[in-house]
C-alpha cells in the first residue's frame, strides 16, 4: 500500500471525525432556534391577546380590579339566597315534573334529528358517491343550521309558533339537526371508506353499501355524537325554556322574577344533579359501544 493512500484515507476519516462533531451542534443550534421561535409565537400571542382585553375594556368601560373585588360578594349572596328553603322543597314534585319534561324533549329532539340527519348525510358524504353538488348543497345546509344559535331560531320562531313547546322543539330542532348532519358526514367519510369499496367491489347494491357497510363501520362514532347531543340539549332546553314559557327554565324565571331565590337555586340544583346523571350514564353507553 503507497504512502498517498494511506494519506488520502487518513484525511477521510478526519474529515469524518469533524463532520461528526459538527453534527450535534447544529442540532443544538436547530432546537434553541425552535424554542426562540416558541417563546416568540408565545409572546406575540400573549400581547395580542391582552392588547384586545385592554381596547375591550376600554370601550366597554369595564373594571377588572371591581369585577374581581366582586367575586366574593356574588358568592356570599349565592350562599345565603340560593339555598332551598321549606317551601322549595314543597314544590319539588312540580319541579321534577317539569325537569323530566325538559329531559324527554331533548332525548326526543336528539333522537329525530339524528334520524333525519342520517338521512341527509347519506347524501353529503363522499363514501357513497352521490351528486358532487347535492353534497355541496347538503353540508352548505348543515353548515347554515349549526352556526345559527338555538337562542336565535328561539327568538325566530316566537313569532309564528308563539310561546309553547313546538317552538322550543323546533329551535333545539334545527341547530341540533345541522350539527349531527356534519357530524356524521366526517364519521363516514373517515371510518367506511375501505369497508364500502370492498363491498362496490363484490358487487353490492346501495342498499346493501348502507346497511352492511356504512351502518356497522360508523354507529360507535354516531352513538357517540347522539349522546353527546343529548347532553347539550338538556342543558340549552333550559335557556330555550324562559324563552318559549316551557319546562324548567320556565320554572327558574318564574321563581326567580318572583324573588323566590330558594325556589330557583332548588331549580338550578335539579338541573346539575341531572346533566351529571345524564353524562354518567352517557359513558357508561360508550363504554359498551365503543
Known amino acids: 500500500m503507497s504512502a498517498e493512500t494511506t494519506g488520502v484515507r487518513e484525511q477521510g476519516s478526519g474529515l469524518r471525525r469533524r463532520g461528526r462533531g459538527l453534527e450535534p451542534k447544529k442540532e443544538k443550534k436547530n432546537q434553541a432556534s425552535v424554542f426562540a421561535k416558541r417563546k416568540r409565537t408565545f409572546l406575540i400571542t400573549f400581547l395580542g391577546v391582552f392588547g384586545l382585553f385592554a381596547i375591550s375594556s376600554f370601550v366597554t368601560n369595564y373594571d377588572a380590579a371591581l369585577g374581581l373585588a366582586s367575586i366574593p360578594k356574588a358568592i356570599s349572596w349565592l350562599a345565603t339566597n340560593f339555598i332551598p328553603d321549606e317551601m322549595a322543597w314543597s314544590r319539588l314534585p312540580n ?34 358517491k352521490a351528486n358532487p353538488w347535492v353534497a355541496r348543497l347538503v353540508r352548505v345546509v348543515a353548515a347554515f343550521l349549526r352556526n345559527v344559535p338555538n337562542v336565535v331560531w328561539a327568538i325566530l320562531l316566537l313569532f309564528s309558533f308563539g310561546q309553547n313547546i313546538l317552538t322550543g322543539f323546533f329551535a333545539l330542532f334545527f341547530a341540533t339537526f345541522g350539527m349531527l348532519t356534519r357530524m356524521f358526514i366526517e364519521t363516514i367519510d373517515e371510518v367506511s371508506s375501505a369497508c364500502v369499496e370492498a363491498l362496490r367491489a363484490a358487487g353490492a347494491t346501495s342498499l346493501q353499501i348502507i346497511f352492511h357497510g356504512i351502518i356497522p363501520s360508523s354507529m360507535p362514532g354516531m352513538v357517540s355524537w347522539i349522546l353527546y347531543m343529548i347532553e347539550f340539549n338538556i342543558r340549552d332546553s333550559t335557556l330555550i325554556g324562559i324563552l318559549t314559557g316551557t319546562g324548567i327554565g320556565y320554572l327558574f324565571d318564574l321563581y326567580y322574577k318572583r324573588l323566590y331565590y330558594g325556589s330557583a337555586g332548588l331549580v338550578v340544583i335539579s338541573i346539575v344533579v341531572l346533566v351529571i346523571t345524564i353524562e354518567l350514564l352517557s359513558n357508561k353507553v360508550r363504554k359498551v359501544v365503543m
Open 95 to 128: 319541579i321534577l315534573t317539569k325537569l323530566v319534561e325538559t329531559a324527554l324533549l331533548a332525548v326526543a329532539v336528539t333522537v329525530i334529528a339524528a334520524i333525519c340527519a342520517f338521512a341527509l348525510s347519506l347524501l353529503g358524504t363522499k363514501t357513497t
